[in-house]
């Protein structure tokens, strides 16, 4: 429903002034919203990269009066996509005269590069929990696979994944895949330097702690397990202006099991 409503706001933008930003931290979903604003405006959408938009203003509009003659003789909506690295300062002053349904995608978190543009700006959020939920379940139903509500609870809370991933995520469960796993293909980032990705190898059977401590890690594994339920389903999540993810501090001198237990 969130993009949804937010791909109707790119039909109303074209329709009422042309050009408009559409922002968010996934690129994935810019794409997929500006589609389907194409689809309901009855368009044909397609995607230019910064790197074929020409740097000087004549030629800038010239290439945007041939996507308006394209406009008109195809149905095409233009989707461009911005890149930081590629700064084209005139690209917006020739936008806002233009009256055609074109939208630049930004990615979030990555600079600016339509700062400055006089364009109405259209910000895309993250999805909640519930609204991935409900997103992963209708791809899994398009691609005829079978996941129970509890696994799909644990993977809306645990990956934040754009909607074609989604898709691909149902299609590889179709094929055999476990649902998690499948996520976890999809959504492991480059941490570069700053951290070292392991694969856990230890269980519960082999910690040896006191009932006590023992007691605080399964709560908060079960704290991560139902955090679908509890900040969704119960709405805890909407009562918080902080962030919904789960963090802990293991202390203790060395030898006693931090790790181990963490791992």
Known sequence: PTFDGLAADLVRHWTESGPVVLRGPQAENLRAIAAAASETAGLTARLISSNDIPTTTIEITGLLRQLIRETILSRTAWLIELDDDVPRPGLGRALAGVGAPIVALEQSGRGSASRGWNLPLVEVPRLRIGERRTALMAAVTAAEAEVTVDEANQVAAMFDLPIPDLEAVAIDV?????????????????????????????????????????????????????????????????????????TALFAGESGTGKTFAAE
């Not at 996520?183 to 070292?196: E, F, I, N, P, Q």
């Not at 190898?201 to 908060?220: C, N, R, T």
């Not at 339920?229 to 709405?235: A, I, K, P, R, Y």
Request: with cysteine; hydrophobic share 40%; aromatic share 6%.
């Open 174 to 246: 179709a094929g055999g895949r476990q649902l998690w796993a499948a996520c976890k293909r999809r959504h492991r980032t480059d941490v570069g330097s700053l951290a070292r990705v392991i694969t856990p190898k230890a269980d519960w059977d082999s910690l040896v702690l006191p009932e006590a401590q023992l007691a605080q890690l399964h709560a908060l594994t079960a704290s991560v397990r139902h955090r679908t339920t509890v900040l969704e389903d119960w709405g805890f999540g909407q009562r918080s202006s902080r962030g919904l993810g789960t």
